[in-house]
């Protein structure tokens, strides 16, 4: 399945970066996150809750930081395993400013699934999916803003 979507934040590449950087923030960034442990220097392993339609699963996994080029692009690689099936993806992240104090954010990428996830079909993966993309960036726009309000 493809991914894809963009969304312009108000705060800078570098402002940008610096959060999806942060594991910390990144936990708190990422739908039905429950754990997310370093394991290496962008690598981490994780627990994900999910619920997909009726199919509620929770996936362990690793999480991967790959093609770092600060504070441009990155690579996030994805793979989780279930009872309910395994999930992988590749995502790449481009952060583009679009003036002194805005950065668009485009994704690109693809999900691979299989076991019962797989079965489910694309219409039910690809709106949920849509969810948790929608979720991800509200998060993201807390946390420029619980970093802006800390700022000032």
Known sequence: MQLSGNHTFNAPPSVMWNLLMDENVLARLVPGISRL?????????????????????????????????????????????SS?????????????????QQTEMEFNGVVKLSGLLASMGQRVVGGVSGTLTKQFFSNLESELERKQSAST
């Open 37 to 81: 442990e370093r394991t290496g220097d962008n690598t981490f392993a994780s627990t994900l809750a999910i619920k997909l339609g009726p199919v509620s699963g929770s996936f362990n996994g690793s999480l991967e930081l790959e093609e770092l080029k600060e504070p441009e692009s990155f690579v996030l690689k994805v793979q989780q395993k």
């Open 84 to 100: 309910i099936g395994n999930a992988a993806s590749a995502i790449k992240i481009k952060l583009s400013p679009v003036n002194e």
